[in-house]
């Protein structure tokens, strides 16, 4: 089963080649939620801070049948904070809020906060600031491994020349339609892997005709045509879903799209609208 298998990141720990997502799952209903994955054979979990469920996603840990060495979590630290000494409380905040001895990746949510999400503004010295508490976190066994969210090349290029530690993973907004190629690139010439969020596009792709007849040609849903396009581009989808069995057939993707299939797949037409997706900043036109 997919779920079982691994990617192998630059500092050698190994993640699950798919992850359950848990944005807009709120603090209650993401036990049961989380609890379920785990049950249909989900050991990657990714949640953060902005998401306001670490609470439930680290109790439904704790009550898995799953030993905790067996999973994989990720969090992330919120985009407002952008300096040493937030970040340090900030992770240190997580680990209590989950109540967990370590985190298997934290990452930083987004190189400016969400509110200047579209301004010039880099805040180059805050994300170098946030790195080095997780630098630290990471050289203490806090954290397993560290990385990036939403972060363009000249974020990631800040970080490499300025820090010890070379982010392990560049979580983006990657999916069928809205491919950056450029980032994915550029992140494997670095030995960055990237985390594809929204692999179905904020349900978007359900509204595609040309999808929709590529899925009912290899006979599998929509998801699953999504999900395995990124996984063969060698990239980590994180799809979310609260259906029981929506969880199990979004990791039934054992089956091959042909480099013919996946040429049109990387050529068709970018969305225009996130619809009502767009007013968060990652999905904005």
């Known amino acids: 089963m997919i779920t079982k298998e691994t990617y192998k990141l630059n500092n050698g720990v190994e993640i699950p080649k798919i992850g359950y997502g848990t944005w807009m799952i709120d603090n209650d209903a993401v036990v049961d939620a989380v609890k379920t994955a785990i049950n249909v054979g989900y050991t990657h979990i990714d949640t953060a801070q902005a998401y306001q469920n670490e609470e439930g996603v680290g109790k439904a840990i704790k009550e898995s049948d799953v030993a905790r060495e067996d999973l994989f979590?990720?969090?992330?630290l919120a985009a407002e904070v952008k300096s040493y000494d937030e970040a340090v409380k900030s992770i240190d905040e997580s680990l209590k809020t989950m109540g967990l001895d370590y985190i298997d990746m934290m990452i930083i949510h987004s190189p400016k906060p969400w509110q200047e999400f579209q301004n010039e503004d880099r805040y180059f010295e805050g994300n170098l600031e946030a790195w080095k508490a997780l630098e630290e976190a990471y050289e203490a066994g806090k954290l397993k491994a560290i990385g990036v969210s939403n972060f363009k090349k000249e974020d990631l290029d800040n970080i490499l020349e300025n820090a010890k530690v070379k982010p392990q993973v560049?979580?983006?907004?990657?999916?069928?339609?809205?491919?950056?190629?450029?980032?994915?690139?550029?992140?494997?010439?670095k030995d960055i892997l990237i985390e594809a969020f929204s692999?179905?596009?904020?349900?978007?792709?359900f509204k595609n005709e040309q999808v929709a007849e590529m899925a009912k040609k290899y006979g599998v849903s929509i998801?699953?045509?999504?999900?395995?396009?990124?996984l063969q581009l060698g990239l980590l989808p994180l799809p979310k879903t609260q259906t029981p069995s929506h969880m199990k057939s979004n990791a039934q993707v054992d089956f091959e799209i042909s480099a013919e299939d996946m040429e049109v797949l990387n050529n068709m037409e970018e969305i225009k609208d996130y619809g009502e997706a767009s007013y968060f900043p990652v999905f904005a036109k």
């Open 73 to 76: 979590v990720t969090t992330k």
């Open 170 to 189: 560049n979580q983006i907004l990657a999916h069928i339609t809205n491919v950056p190629t450029d980032m994915i690139d550029y992140a494997k010439s």
């Open 199 to 205: 692999p179905i596009g904020h349900g978007e792709l």
């Open 223 to 230: 998801p699953q045509l999504a999900i395995r396009y990124d």
